[in-house]
């Protein structure tokens, strides 16, 4: 059975740090496009950050470009999010996502594949 699961995440202050681990199992992510989404109470699931396999380039949201990275260990099967400066809106649940298509990844197609999440609170 294909599984991401997520963890790392907490209740941290503003201008704290996090790393978010996303564990793949059942099958490898090799030539996966992977990539991190949030969602906050009451507002829809958004982008976060993506990493290509195809070409190794990494995609930021604007609301999180310099302040988080997107990283993978093919090794592990696992894709991390290192989260620094953090602010009171990246309050939300982080899911880890996995698909064949960056572009899929990205629109959140149906073929792209989820982990159950893993709650981030920042406190001001």
């Known amino acids: 059975q294909v599984q991401l699961v997520e963890s790392g995440g907490g209740l941290v202050q503003a201008g704290g740090s996090l790393r978010l681990s996303c564990a793949a199992s059942?099958?490898?992510?090799?030539?996966?496009?992977m990539g991190w989404f949030r969602q906050a109470p009451g507002k829809d699931r958004q982008f976060v950050a993506a990493?290509?396999?195809?070409?190794?380039?990494?995609y930021y949201a604007d609301s999180v470009k310099g302040r988080f990275t997107i990283s993978r260990d093919n090794a592990e099967n696992t894709v991390y999010l290192e989260m620094n400066s953090l602010k009171p809106e990246d309050t939300a649940v982080y899911y880890c996502?996995?698909?064949?298509?960056?572009?899929?990844?990205?629109?959140?197609?149906?073929?792209?594949?989820w982990g159950k999440g893993t709650l981030v609170t920042v406190s001001s």
């Open positions: 996502a996995a698909a064949l298509s960056l572009v899929g990844l990205r629109k959140m197609d149906g073929m792209t594949l």
């Open positions: 059942g099958r490898t992510f090799s030539g996966y496009a």
């Open positions: 990493h290509s396999w195809n070409t190794g380039s990494t």
